[in-house]
């Protein structure tokens, strides 16, 4: 099904661009957070098992994709901005639900500690409550061919650490989307781990601690820059939160293989949806299908 697409102004200052996948069937709506300089395309294959159950709205951050030939990019764009973005976007479309994937998951928090009065649930993925050594030693060598504009390694260093377990075909796409960025996407993607290097991350914490909403943590058993150790730190700050580990899986979980596929939609629509409908409609039955590759780019830091 193609999406309803449209350019949203967010406070007269950026203009983003939106992807929604209607379900005559659903009466839920759930908006989708990408990882830094990710795209809507980032979400192939999370889509396949949501949009039979949901309405799905997909968006670019003003500097990425779609949305960017909309935008100034005279500067930076922060988390803070972000999560405003998120919380505009979750309005203008009614949104229900949240789930965000990798560094999404910063702004997310950030947007969800206002209580924005819709949202019922939430899912943050491949997102842990701390810089650990590993992810602390991808984002400073990945800082250093930024500055150098050093593309060919940018490239290679995110297929070598988070990117490490995804099949060959998707190391490919994402090499040729990384390496393919404009200057003002290097400078955002500096900015940006500039930023989480230099921050607390007891922000986040302070965050989860505000949040009054069901959340569930879904992290890689496989991954070591975001691992579901450190994602559990959030237990004793956040009020409902729920924590699932996908096994034999990195930092890109449902893209890594079939099975990685089933285990992350059985975790995320078990939270969703708890209650199960013996009687499952026939729109719905498309997400029990097998994984299938999709020629997709998806990056995260």
Not at 285 to 299: F, L, M, T, V
Request: glycine fraction near 4%; charge should be positive.
């Amino acid at each position: 099904m193609r999406p309803e697409t449209a350019i949203v102004e967010i406070h007269s200052k950026y203009r983003v661009y939106t992807e929604r996948y209607l379900n005559a069937a659903a009466d839920k709506t759930i908006i989708l957070v990408n990882g830094s300089l990710a795209t809507t395309a980032s979400f192939a294959q999370t889509l396949r098992y949501l949009q039979p159950r949901f309405n799905v709205v997909l968006y670019d951050q003003p500097y990425a994709g779609q949305s960017r030939l909309h935008n100034r990019h005279d500067q930076p764009i922060r988390k803070e901005d972000e999560a405003e973005i998120l919380l505009e976007l979750i309005e203008h479309f009614c949104a229900d639900h949240v789930l965000s994937f990798s560094w999404g998951g910063a702004a997310t928090l950030l947007a969800l500690a206002q209580r924005p009065r819709r949202i019922e649930k939430a899912v943050i993925s491949s997102f842990a409550a701390r810089i650990n050594q590993p992810m602390r030693d991808y984002l400073e060598r990945g800082l250093g061919f930024l500055l150098a504009r050093d593309r060919f390694n940018v490239g290679r260093l995110v297929n070598d650490t988070i990117g490490k377990h995804l099949p060959s075909l998707f190391k490919r796409f994402n090499y040729r989307h990384v390496s393919s960025l404009t200057e003002h996407e290097y400078l955002q993607m500096h900015f940006h781990i500039h930023e989480v290097l230099a921050q607390d991350t007891q922000c986040y914490v302070a965050s989860a601690k505000a949040i009054d909403i069901p959340l569930l943590f879904v992290n890689g058993e496989w991954d070591e820059y975001t691992t579901a150790g450190d994602a559990r730190l959030f237990a004793g700050h956040a009020p409902q939160c729920q924590f699932r580990t996908i096994k034999n899986t990195g930092h890109f979980l449902d893209l890594e293989h079939k099975a990685a596929w089933h285990d992350t939609q059985q975790a995320l629509l078990g939270f969703l949806q708890p209650v199960s409908n013996p009687a499952k409609p026939k729109s719905q039955q498309q997400s029990d299908k097998p994984y299938r590759y999709a020629a997709r780019e998806r990056i995260a830091t």
